[in-house]
């Protein structure tokens, strides 16, 4: 018997063109998006190992700071010492601290452009030629334009190391005081070397100088050493003439442009109070009185303090007529350009 119902009828479903090219091409693209978020990504990742403007590189130069109470009129305390991120003291022979203040951008160029490398490559390959770190030590001023300007050379040089204490050179012996204190906890170094900003130095005889043995002598201070006097009257003061210092004596210290301590001079540095020895009014005075106390051993080097470059000079500059170089800028380019200062061959005697 027929059936009552119509036979179900199953049409294949046929596909057209355009369904059949639909799906290759949303996965082709997702594909394509898929590649070029994931290149996206990596440039994003590499980008600052390849923009010379990105700096990431870790930075020379360091602020440092010393906490003190609010009401403390001392140029330094003695609590303690903040500087920066610093983990971990790095290892030298020998730092090399060039003080300058803030009307010495000109000889700063000057440096630059003669024996101290301006860009940090340059300085680096120095560095590691010579074993020696050199930064350029200056405290802080009120006047905003000058922080200004310095904060500028900073970002353009990176090779500072920025004190908390005022720039002023009625405070050079304190300002000294802290630069072996900051350069102490910065550095594990062999020897802390105090230059001047208007001195020409050849930075490999230096090197060579301080890597030589001194077994008998921990305690060393290296510098070319002239005679001052020792006040023992208590009523006469500092400027009155020599005739009139009676039971005055003398004693050796270093010349103030550039001298170096050795380490565990330093570390004896580091552990005083500020008011535990005499201020002098000269910083050299003041570190070689000092020295006198902690009964170091003098080395006496004349070639520290040479009126010309020789063969064997290490720093040069217009003794006595100057403290330093007399007009720094003109002459510090003057003198590299002559081959017995930047070609002369180093000798190690």
């Keep these: 018997m027929p059936s009552s119902k119509a036979p179900r009828i199953f049409h294949s479903r046929s596909s057209s063109p355009l369904s059949l090219t639909r799906k290759p091409f949303v996965q082709i693209f997702c594909l ?27 930075p020379r130069t360091v602020s440092v700071v010393w906490e003190r109470p609010d009401d403390s009129n001392t140029a330094i305390s ?3 010492l903040l500087i920066g ?39 680096q390959r120095l560095e590691e030629a010579t074993g020696l770190t050199f930064r350029f030590i200056i405290g802080k001023t009120s006047a905003e ?35 072996f204190k900051a350069a102490y906890a910065l550095f594990d170094s062999e020897f802390y070397v105090k230059a ?28 070319c050493m002239k005679k001052g006097p020792v006040f023992t009257n208590p009523k006469l003061k500092w400027y009155e003439p020599m005739s009139s210092l009676l039971g005055s004596e003398y004693f050796l210290h270093a010349y103030g442009p550039i001298y170096s301590l050795s380490a565990k001079v330093v570390r004896s540095l580091v552990a005083l109070r500020n008011d535990s020895f005499r201020m002098f009014s000269n910083e050299d005075v003041t570190i070689g009185a000092w020295m006198l106390a902690m009964n170091v051993h003098h080395e006496n080097n004349l070639e520290l303090c040479s009126k ?42």
């Design 308 to 349: 010309e470059c020789t063969e064997t000079s290490i720093a040069v500059w217009d003794i006595p007529k100057c403290s330093g170089l007399c007009n720094p800028e003109t002459r510090m380019v003057e003198l590299h350009n002559m081959d017995a200062c930047s070609g002369s061959p180093t000798t190690s005697e």
């Design 196 to 223: 001047d900003d208007d001195i020409y130095l050849r930075p490999d005889r230096l090197s060579l100088l301080l890597a030589k043995e001194r077994p008998d002598h921990p305690q060393t201070y290296i510098g």
């Design 85 to 123: 991120d610093v983990k971990k003291r790095h290892k030298v022979m020998g730092f090399v601290g060039i003080f300058t203040g803030f009307g010495s951008v000109g000889r700063r160029r000057a440096l630059r452009q003669t024996w101290l490398p301006s860009d940090r490559d340059g300085l």
């Design 78 to 80: 003695d609590d303690s």
């Design 145 to 179: 334009w000058k922080m200004s300007v310095l904060r500028k050379e900073v970002a353009q040089h990176d090779d500072f190391i920025l004190l908390d204490i005022v720039e002023e050179y009625s405070k050079l012996p304190y300002k000294t005081l802290a630069f």
């Design 32 to 58: 394509l998006v898929g590649i070029t978020g994931l290149i996206f990504g990596l440039f994003a990742i590499s980008r600052p190992l390849y923009d010379p403007n990105c700096k990431s590189f870790e």
